[in-house]
């Protein structure tokens, strides 16, 4: 079956120190991949979009960055965090193709400080 | 792009009534209607989807409605009970595109 890893639950970082949040994916191949924010308001912002291998879509301008380095690997990064990166982060994946389900992660619970 | 727009932002019912939640979209291409249901701390979870080849689907208590004419969608709820308290996203999709979701619906079910 497959499942979705999602790493740190939660975490406290300084303004101005580098971030890296990672999600795995197993038990597919050539998934889907995204990063959404979700702020205090609810609602889920789509930040990037990933389709394959090195191929990232950047939805919103901002101050993160995402990697794909292998198929099922995916990477949210940013060099220096602002306090308006505050926010609850989440991966999610579907397989390739139209109709399909989404899958998301725990969840990382980002506080900028 | 899809843009998905979702109604009401908060909505409380007393137990045993029914809920509805409203969403409308606008790329007309797009032919995928999944709504999550997104516990305190967790990720969202999928409780029913849809497909643009069908106009209504139902899974106990939960059923969706797809209107493509007027591109909408809504989520009903029947007999709602305390556990169904959560915050309530719908999504559209078209193709094997990206997966943009509504604003977000907290119900409340009072008991």
């Known amino acids: 079956s497959q499942t979705i890893h999602q790493w740190p639950a939660t975490l406290v970082q300084p303004v101005g120190s580098p971030l890296s949040l990672e999600c795995t994916v197993e038990?597919?191949?050539?998934?889907?991949l995204y990063w959404y924010r979700q702020a205090a308001g609810r609602g889920l912002q789509l930040l990037f979009y990933s389709v394959g291998i090195g191929q990232i879509s950047s939805e919103v301008p901002q101050n993160l960055s995402a990697s794909r380095p292998q198929d099922r690997q995916f990477i949210l990064s940013s060099k220096k965090l602002l306090l308006s990166d505050s926010g609850f982060y989440l991966c999610a994946w579907h397989q390739q193709g139209g109709g399909t389900e989404a899958f998301f992660g725990q969840g990382t619970r980002l506080t900028v400080v | 792009g899809e843009n998905v727009e979702q109604h009401p932002s908060t909505l409380s019912v007393q137990e045993g009534d029914s809920a509805v939640i409203k969403c409308t979209y606008s790329?007309?291409?797009?032919?995928?209607f999944p709504w999550y249901k997104q516990e305190l701390g967790k990720g969202p979870q999928l409780i029913i989807d849809?497909?643009?080849?069908?106009g209504e689907k139902k899974d106990q208590r939960i059923a969706v409605t797809l209107n493509k004419t007027a591109k909408h969608f809504s989520l009903h709820i029947t007999e709602t009970q305390p556990e169904d308290s959560a915050v309530y996203f719908c999504a559209a999709r078209k193709g094997g595109g990206k997966l943009i979701f509504g604003q977000g619906t907290e119900l409340s079910v009072k008991p």
């Open positions: 849809i497909r643009s080849n069908v």
């Open positions: 038990g597919t191949s050539n998934p889907n």
């Open positions: 790329d007309s291409a797009s032919n995928y």
